[in-house]
Structure formats: structure tokens, C-alpha cells
T-cell receptor, first 112, second 109 residues
Framework: DGGITQSPKYLFRKEGQNVTLSCEQN?????MYWYRQDPGQGLRLIYY???????QKGDIAEGYSVSREKKESFPLTVTSAQKNPTAFYLC???????????FGPGTRLTVL | QKEVEQDPGPLSVPEGAIVSLNCTYS??????FMWYRQYSRKGPELLMY????GNKEDGRFTAQVDKSSKYISLFIRDSQPSDSATYLC?????????FGKGTRLHILP
């Protein structure tokens, strides 16, 4: 059963704590992406990676970090430097050379 | 001007009606356009994609691109309550997808 999984679905953290969101795909896609979605803001690109051990900043990378040690995995760390971390986080993947991205179910992060 | 603009709605229509969802884009070089559907608290799912101009039909859904006016549309025929969702238009730029903010659609039974 191919797809993208994100865990957990809901996550609560205290202010000042770092938190890591998981994203795994078994679609054999080379490229992976992290987006943040806020009400009325649409999807904003945080980071993306087109190949293992390489990644690029998106439009709103400040306060976030990523790693891409395996093709299947692209975890996102929300650091304490992120001013407003409460949001819905979406991971996506695509094959290189195609424009179609496939999304995971998302993680809703609430920082208390 | 934002690269992709979309009216956020909400748009409420009675069941069975034809729905028209629209976006405008700023760059005439954009060639590839997508529509995603997102149910509440779920990830977006690709609904349709089109290259360049013209229409593409898939069941009750028709995607239309008018490059002369930089306008893209999604039509839903015989709308159903299960079509109630947020619809996002998107295009690609430099290996990245640019999304509209989404239009919330409510189909009233």
C-alpha cells in the first residue's frame, strides 16, 4: 500500500521546546517537501529536498530544520526559534521531472 | 500581484448545481496547472492537471485554462454533498509548486 505517512496526527508541545515531525514515503519518489498551512494563508513551502543528503530552503524556512539521510524519510524539526509554530504541517513527495506532488495526511501542531 | 490568486469563499451551492471555481495567475510562462481537493483536517489530493490551454474532463469535473486571460477554472457538474471541501489551484515554477489560497465549497443537501 503505497503512500506518504505523517506522524503523529496531532502534536502538543510547550513553548520553547523543539519538536520533530515525521514524514515517510514508499512511493520511491526522489523529491520531498514540507509545507505549512494556516487559515487564510494557503500552503507555504518550508523546505524541500530533491536528493538524499541535500535540501533547500523554501519561502519560510526560518525557525525550521530538516534532514534527508534516507530517500524515504524527510523529518522536520520545529525549533524554539519559530515565532508562531502552531499550524497544520503537510509533507509531500514527487518524482523528479514531474510537477505533481502527493501529500500526506498532515500533522496539526499546537504549541501551548 | 500574487502569482496565483483565488477567492477564498466560502461558496455555497445547492446539491445538483454546476459549480465554477476560478483562479488567476500572473506569469504567462506558466504551463502546467493543477487542482487539488482538500477535505477538512486532511492533506490535499490531486484532482486534475492540465498543460497549456484548453479543457480536460474527468467524470463530473472539467478543468479549463484560458492563457490569453491567465484564468483557470474547475467546473463540477451535478454537485454532491461529498464535493464539499477546499479546492486549491496550483501551478509550477522552478521545481516548486505555487498554490492558491483555496476556495471553500459547501454543497447544500
Amino acid at each position: 500500500d503505497g503512500g506518504i505517512t505523517q506522524s503523529p496526527k496531532y502534536l502538543f508541545r510547550k513553548e520553547g521546546q523543539n519538536v520533530t515531525l515525521s514524514c515517510e514515503q514508499n512511493l520511491n519518489h526522489d523529491a520531498m517537501y514540507w509545507y505549512r498551512q494556516d487559515p487564510g494563508q494557503g500552503l507555504r513551502l518550508i523546505y524541500y529536498s530533491q536528493i538524499v543528503n541535500d535540501f533547500q530552503k523554501g519561502d519560510i524556512a526560518e525557525g525550521y530544520s530538516v534532514s534527508r539521510e534516507k530517500k524515504e524519510s524527510f523529518p522536520l524539526t520545529v525549533t524554539s526559534a519559530q515565532k508562531n509554530p502552531t499550524a497544520f504541517y503537510l509533507c509531500a513527495s514527487s518524482s523528479l521531472g514531474t510537477d505533481t506532488q502527493y501529500f500526506g495526511p498532515g500533522t496539526r501542531l499546537t504549541v501551548l | 500581484q500574487k502569482e496565483v490568486e483565488q477567492d477564498p469563499g466560502p461558496l455555497s451551492v445547492p446539491e445538483g448545481a454546476i459549480v465554477s471555481l476560478n483562479c488567476t495567475y500572473s506569469n504567462s510562462a506558466f504551463q502546467y496547472f493543477m487542482w487539488y481537493r482538500q477535505y477538512s483536517r486532511k492533506g490535499p489530493e490531486l484532482l486534475m492537471y492540465t498543460y497549456s490551454s484548453g479543457n480536460k474532463e474527468d467524470g463530473r469535473f472539467t478543468a479549463q485554462v484560458d492563457k490569453s486571460s491567465k484564468y483557470i477554472s474547475l467546473f463540477i457538474r451535478d454537485s454532491q454533498p461529498s464535493d464539499s471541501a477546499t479546492y486549491l489551484c496550483a501551478t509550477d515554477r522552478d521545481d516548486k509548486i505555487i498554490f492558491g489560497k483555496g476556495t471553500r465549497l459547501h454543497i447544500l443537501p
